[in-house]
């Protein structure tokens, strides 16, 4: 919540407006793009310069725009299509897994469809279980599909304009908490590689934490108080789920020997396992278990009350650091009574006191 001009939303609307200036075949269809809010204030100018023929307001049928998406890519537009809910994108499913994801090897490479999917994530108030899933690892699944997670606005540009220009289907995830978070980011365009899966965030000696999208913004805030006790945390933001490319993570674990993994979804069958599946079969050698954190192993609850334990805290993550690196109980008190002072300052169910979603 730093400079307005640099805001995660901002960096957005940008990727948007100077793609559709390079290239008039590139198109924003969904549901919500035209309203005022523009889907968090990211369609608004795009719509303005470009007007209704290019930013496109639908009727509510996911798989049938998902089809619709598919057809306008294979006649040549680039369509990026807008679900304000990851949980809606599940209605279009048949068309991006058995269509969109397998085009290109059915036809042995002849055809390409390139299209993206933008999808928001993450919690809130009132969200509740049909509507806060963050379903990265379903759709890292696929072989066919290239996933992507933002999570600072520099990022946010570069990833949406090389996702646009690609030439594979590309499935976007932004959480919602991250739009009214500000970075520096280049205001002419430029793309950031979609084989860099990870980004080292900041350095340190002592243990490894990765982790994505709202998630590394928590890591983060956790590093910078154990950093006042002398702990010195690498903190890896993963911002491309597929292809996943893990050697900078490789690097940091042979420094630093000891990990931790911070997830935006559930523990079971989630990201995390893949990233540890990939450690164990490299063979790389730890100094303590890794440890992943995640949501509950169950639907989200709707209540204020009931979700305050569901989440992943700055309060657990530092908790966890202190156990991993034998932190005297003196000091891991100190460090948790901070912790729960810097969560005291805003409800936690929103991301800061100016939030005023759900939407």
């Known amino acids: 919540m730093q ?83 990851v949980d809606f994108s599940l209605l279009g499913f048949d068309q991006l897994i058995n269509n969109a994801s397998k085009w290109h090897y059915m036809f042995g490479g002849t055809t390409k469809v390139p299209i993206v999917i933008r999808l928001i994530i993450g919690r809130g108030w009132g969200q509740g279980p049909q509507h806060s899933q963050s379903l990265e690892s379903v759709f890292s699944h696929f072989p066919g599909l290239k996933v992507v ?17 690609d030439k594979n289907p590309v499935v976007f995830i932004e959480h919602r908490w991250l739009h009214y978070y500000s970075s520096n980011y280049d205001k002419k365009f430029y793309k950031t590689s979609l084989t860099e899966s990870i980004d080292v965030k900041k350095k340190g000696k002592d243990l490894t934490i990765l ?8 890591s983060l805030k956790a590093a910078k108080i154990l950093k006042k006790y002398n702990i010195e945390i690498e903190v890896l933001d993963l911002r491309v789920l597929r292809p996943l490319n893990l050697k900078k993570l490789f690097t940091s674990l042979k420094k630093t020997k000891k990990f931790i993994f911070v997830d935006n979804g559930w523990k079971n069958f989630g990201v995390g ?32 009350y009931l979700n305050k334990d569901y989440y992943v805290t700055i309060r657990d993550i530092c908790e966890e650091v202190c156990k991993n690196l034998s932190v005297n109980l003196n000091v891991r008190k100190k460090i948790l009574n901070k912790c729960e002072s810097v969560m005291s300052k805003v409800p936690h169910d929103l991301p800061d006191l100016s939030f005023r979603g759900p939407f």
């Open 149 to 165: 997670v933002p999570s600072t606005a520099a990022d946010c540009k570069g990833l949406m304009a090389a996702s646009i220009f």
């Open 3 to 85: 400079n307005k001009k640099n805001l995660f939303v901002n960096a957005m609307s940008d990727a948007l407006v100077q793609s559709m200036q390079k290239d008039k075949n590139v198109i924003i269809l969904g549901e919500g793009v035209t309203d005022i809010k523009g889907i968090f204030n990211t369609t608004n100018e795009a719509l303005k310069k470009f007007g209704p023929t290019r930013v496109i307001e639908t009727p509510v049928s996911e798989n049938a725009l998902t089809g619709i998406q598919i057809g306008m890519s294979l006649l040549g537009k680039k369509p990026i299509l807008m679900h304000a809910r």
């Open 211 to 218: 982790s994505s999208s709202f998630m590394l913004i928590e």
């Open 273 to 304: 396992s893949e990233i540890f599946a990939n450690i164990l079969e490299r063979n790389i050698r730890l100094n303590s278990v890794p440890v992943r954190l995640a949501c509950k192993n169950y639907p989200a609850p709707s209540s204020h």
